[in-house]
């Protein structure tokens, strides 16, 4: 799978939403790494039905549902700040 530069993720903005939602440090830090890794693989700007495609080729069932469960999160994020 082609890497690339890292998307801007708003990273620390989404490490303050997750504190927002009281989230175990643990928790934020796997979750930020996981999505620096899916921005830097271009996973995570891509249509959720896209990324289920990709994930189910390329990725054991444990990876498809952690990155699925990290773009999820990172996307209720997005969404928040839009309503903001």
Known sequence: ???????????????????????????IEN???LARIMARKRLLHLPESELETIL???????????????YRKYWGFRESMVET
């Open 31 to 33: 979750w930020v790494k």
């Open 56 to 70: 189910w080729e390329h990725y054991s069932r444990a990876m498809k549902k952690t990155f699925l469960y990290v």
């Open 1 to 27: 799978m082609e890497t690339g530069p890292v998307t801007l993720i708003y990273q620390s903005e989404f490490v303050e939403w997750l504190k927002s939602k009281r989230y175990s440090y643990i928790s």
